[in-house]
């Protein structure tokens, strides 16, 4: 997160605790709280803990209310940039952030699997969209692709690694 190398992220979360209650500088969210892993997956528990009998309605109020919420978080705190983990959800990440238009696709190749993200730096504040941390070939399941994607991220965002 601080430039360092991903084999230092339990040295870099010791000393920083980014997302601890009462830490600064880290924010970290989920578009939509309800894990729902699968997304065809929506059962019994989740319909009677959210008050919504279906996902598709869950998102829709979501994305018209908790959004609109985030958004305004967004623009008042400014941050250096917006990582959104998982690309299927690219234009809810741009919408959060107020970012127009659908950025290029990068991909970075590892161990001869293809690993795609999304940089723009024309909304409220700059975002990435990358693969999930965890998961298939396609995902960022290795500190190589980890370094990867983030060298990317710094150079689209013209951010340099510090020394």
Known sequence: MEGGDPEDFRAFAQRVRPFERGSTGYFKANLFPEPCNKVGEW????????????????????????????????ERCR???????????????????????????????????AKRLHVATNGM???????????????????????????QIRSEIGVERPA
């Open 43 to 74: 059962d019994a528990h989740s319909a009677a803990k959210t008050g919504f009998t279906r996902k598709d309605d869950y998102r829709a109020w979501l994305r018209e209310n908790r959004f609109r919420v985030m958004k305004s978080w967004i």
């Open 79 to 113: 941050p250096s940039l917006v990582i959104g983990t998982g690309l299927t959800h690219l234009a809810d990440f741009l919408e959060i952030t107020g970012t127009t238009g659908t950025p290029t696709v990068h991909t970075i190749t590892v161990n001869g699997h």
């Open 125 to 151: 504040v700059p975002v990435a969209v990358i693969p999930h941390l965890s998961g298939g070939p396609h995902s960022l399941n290795s500190n190589e692709a980890i370094r990867l994607i983030a060298e």
